[in-house]
């Protein structure tokens, strides 16, 4: 279970001029995710489901209220290697003992975040891609290739293990990053838009390809997307994020059962809510403005 307590994010800004802006990206956001389960966080650009979500993940701390992942609470990841390290002791090293104390003794979260730009090596083929975060946690050397090989076939790349990002279509990339995401084998897999940048059909194969390896592995997926119709295809749950600040505006059972028409009566009559509460927003957009 996942489970995020009042999340507010402030930024500041500071202008050309030196003027000082405050801005809250995300504000008392509560939510329940059950493990398992595919939640969508749905909403405009710029409502802050970005920064929820690296907020889930321990990438940024929010500045009030907590996440909280079976009960243990999520702060920034560990560091992996030599050069994180030393910007994490330089960090920290203010903090009082009892804070360095909090900090040397907390778990790792078994989350693996996949981001819209393909986040993979370039300059690795796909099979390396695989097995580095296997390395990263310590798999021993003997059992990495096999079991990156297995998830790289689940994901439908079996041909192209030596092919290099490259020589990949956008589609086989993002295939990429979902093996190497599910071959560590995490409960929990975020998703920042990962299927915005390629084409529909690309697109809704790579949503049916997501679907099977959900069924496949049991996992929980926190999706972030401004896709009406992808939300209502993948979720169990869709949460409508709204902006001014970020906050959650509405939240959608969808129980139509899987495999899913994307045609199906249920999910046509909650999208026409859905945009009915967005052209409401659009409506009444100069209300929210300073
Ligand atoms: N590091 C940052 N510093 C200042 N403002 C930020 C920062 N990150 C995001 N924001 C602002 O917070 C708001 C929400 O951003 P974001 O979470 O990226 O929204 P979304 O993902 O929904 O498009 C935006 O107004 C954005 O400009
Ligand atoms: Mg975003």
């Known amino acids: 279970m996942i489970e995020a ?9 500071v202008n050309e ?3 000082a802006e405050g801005l809250t990206a995300v504000l008392s956001v509560s939510l329940k995710i059950p493990d398992g389960m595919i939640v969508s966080i749905l909403g405009p650009s710029g409502c802050g489901k970005s920064t929820f979500l690296e907020i889930l993940a321990g990438l940024q701390a929010p500045t009030e ?23 994490y002791r330089r960090k920290y090293q203010f903090l009082s003992p009892l804070a360095n104390g909090v900090f040397r003794d907390r778990p790792k979260h078994d989350i693996a975040m996949i981001f819209q730009d393909y986040a993979v090596f370039p300059w690795m083929t796909a099979l390396q891609n695989v097995i580095f975060p296997l390395k990263l946690r310590g798999m021993p050397r003997e059992r990495r290739e096999g079991h990156a090989i297995g998830f790289l076939k689940k994901a ?11 020589q990949l279509s956008g589609g086989m990339r993002q295939r990429l990053a ?29 949503q049916d390809d997501l679907l099977r390896l959900w069924k496949e592995t049991g996992i ?14 993948l979720s169990d749950e869709i949460v409508i994020f709204s902006p001014h600040p970020g906050s959650v505006r509405n939240r959608f ?5 899987r495999p899913r028409r994307r045609s199906d009566s249920e999910l046509l009559s909650l999208k026409g809510r859905i945009e009915s509460l967005f052209k409401y927003d659009i409506d009444h957009e100069s209300e929210y403005s300073i």
Do not use: C
């Not at 975020?190 to 059909?201: G, R, S, W, Y």
């Not at 929980?220 to 295809?233: C, P, Q, S």
């Open 5 to 13: 307590r009042k999340i507010t994010k402030f930024f500041s800004i």
């Open 17 to 19: 001029d030196r003027t």
């Open 65 to 87: 209220g907590s996440v909280y992942i079976d009960g243990v609470q999520v702060l920034e990841p560990l560091p992996a290697t030599r050069r994180e390290m030393e910007e």
């Open 156 to 166: 439908g790349l079996g041909d192209s293990l030596n092919k290099y990002p490259s």
């Open 178 to 206: 979902l093996a190497r995401a599910l071959a560590v084998e995490p409960k929990i897999i975020l998703m920042d838009e990962p299927f915005a940048a390629v084409d529909t059909i690309t697109r809704e194969r790579l």
């Open 220 to 233: 929980t997926i926190v999706l972030v997307t401004h896709d009406t119709d992808e939300a209502l295809y």
């Open 253 to 257: 059972a969808v129980s139509a059962p």
